[in-house]
Structures are given as C-alpha cells and as structure tokens.
C-alpha cells in the first residue's frame, strides 16, 4: 500500500488491518511499530522499496499522489511517473489486482494540472495489463482531514465563504471500506471506474453541504456568501505571491475549486451488492466535529 501515512490510506489502513489483511506499507519516515502493518521504508521514485512493498503481496494498493505542487512537472512526477513505478512494482512481485486511487479531476484535464496527470495516471493503469480497478473520490471529509477543515472552522463562526456549483462528497472510512473491499474482489470491479459518494442524489450544492457542516458544529443558521471564480483565480495568483511554496490556494487548486460540476456521476457508484454507504451524512459530519474536537482543531 502507498500512501497509508496520509489522510485516505491511514483510514485504508486501519480497516484492512481490522479485517484481517497484513498490509505492507510504504513510509518515508520511520514509523511506530504497528500490528498487522510492516513498514517499508522508501518513496515513489525508489523502485527497490516498492518492489519490497509489492514482494508477496496479493493486492497493490495505490492511494499516494500530489495535490498541491508547484509545476505542471512535479504533477507529472507525483501521479503519472509514480503510479508507472507502482505498477511496474507490482508486475515484477507477480501481483495482477491492482486497486487505483484517482480524483473526479480527471475528467477535466484540461482544467488543471492535477487533472491532467490524474487522467494521465489513469492512462498508465488502464495499459498495464493487470487486473485493475480505478477509484474518483469525490470531496473526502472525516477525522484526520486538514483540506476541509477551514469550512468547519468558518461554520462554526456562523459564515461561510462558498464555491458555486455543485459537489459529491464521502466520508474516509466509507471509502476505506470500499477500498479494503475492492482488494479482496476479483469478479465485478475489474476493469471498472468507480465514483463513490454518500449516496445523496445529484450530490450537494456547496451552501447545502456548508448548512449540513453548521448544523454538525451545533450552528443552526448560517450565511454563506458565493466565491465567484474570478474571485477564486485572483485569490490563487496572490497566495502563491505572498506564500509561494506554501501556498495553498495556488491557480492551479483555485480553477479546479471554480469548477461548477464536482457530482459523482451517475451510473458510476459501485454495485450495491459490492458496496453502499452505510452512515448517514449527518452522523458523519457529526463525528468529524467530535473528532476535531477531541483534538482540538476546532
């Protein structure tokens, strides 16, 4: 597995490990010691780690990838080039069941830079010959998440800056269940695109879903102001002038945000046979907050 120290594959993790799996583990920093886990110690351009990683293994797991990286080449480099090391991992461990982490940016690569190379890992998972299955996550949200963190803490003042348009979303550990679940299955998902969500019917308006945050944090009203994408863009060009390589609203993140579509679409979910979500948006925003706050993020 890549990617088990961050936010989706600590969650992947946690659940394969409670359903019996042994997960071998890729890290680029020493870690505690864990069962069930074995550390392997490496990164995604080192292929000898990844062939320890992949040595013995009955599934590949492919979570890792970049977000937020300054050029359209270190885009490349941490979702293209990377998913070709792991896979080429994993054909020389003699692994066929390759499971794919993407994003609903690659169906517009042409709007950013991460889109484009989450298309162009697609690509390379779709060419490898192995018995694959790809993964669009819609807005991921639960305890340990850093990206929507700020929506929480801006509900909890009781006004929220908000996109136009529209979005899915799903909670970390209903993905991670689908994930675990996807490793074990070599019937009905291979060969397949999956866009997972939380089961709500043409997803959420941003203002709906930022209402369905406040009401978690025990806000009962809300005033949300539209972000025009105007707005968004010029936001990205003066955040990475005032913080450049720690920026986080970048050009690049500010024109995937402006897009109005962010719907999981329809026909994608995987079969109900395979998986459903089974927690209730509200409950899962609700645990979020308890968890924020046992943390004291929030």
């Avoid at 979702?79 to 390759?98: P, W, Y």
């Avoid at 369905?212 to 809300?222: E, K, P, S, T």
Wanted: hydrophobic content about 45%.
């Amino acid at each position: 597995m890549t990617g088990a120290t961050g936010f989706v594959g600590g969650a992947t993790m946690r659940q394969a490990v409670a359903a019996g799996w042994h997960v071998r583990a890729l890290t680029r920093r020493p870690q505690p010691e864990r069962g069930g886990v074995t550390w392997i110690a490496g990164a995604l351009d080192d292929k000898d780690s990844l062939a320890e990683m992949a040595k013995g293994a009955d599934a590949v797991m492919h979570i890792a990838g970049v977000v937020n990286v300054p050029t359209r080449a270190a885009f490349e480099a941490g979702n293209a080039t990377a998913t070709a090391h792991v896979i080429d991992a994993a054909r020389g461990a003699g692994v066929t069941r390759f499971v794919h982490v993407s994003s609903l940016a690659a169906r517009e690569p042409g709007l950013s830079n991460y889109g484009w190379s989450k298309e162009r890992a697609e690509a390379v998972v779709k060419d490898s010959g192995l018995d694959w299955t790809i993964v669009r996550p819609p807005a991921v949200f639960g305890p340990g998440d850093t990206e929507m963190l700020d929506l929480f803490r801006m509900a909890r003042r009781g006004i929220a800056l908000v996109p136009n348009g529209r979005m899915s979303a799903i909670y970390v550990d209903e993905l991670a269940r689908l994930l675990v679940t996807l490793a074990a299955d070599r019937t009905v998902s291979i060969g397949q695109i999956y866009e997972p969500d939380d089961g709500k019917p043409t997803g959420w308006s941003h203002r709906g879903f930022a209402r369905a945050v406040a009401r978690a944090v025990g806000r009962q009203r809300l005033s949300t102001l539209a972000t025009p994408a105007l707005l968004l863009k010029a936001g990205g060009r003066l955040d990475t002038f005032v913080r450049r390589g720690r920026a986080k609203l970048t050009p690049d993140r500010a024109r995937y945000i402006a897009h109005p579509d962010w719907v999981a679409t329809e026909g994608k979910c995987p079969p109900a046979e395979l998986w459903r979500p089974e927690l209730d948006a509200d409950e899962a925003l609700a645990e979020t907050v308890r968890w924020y706050r046992r943390k004291g993020w929030l």
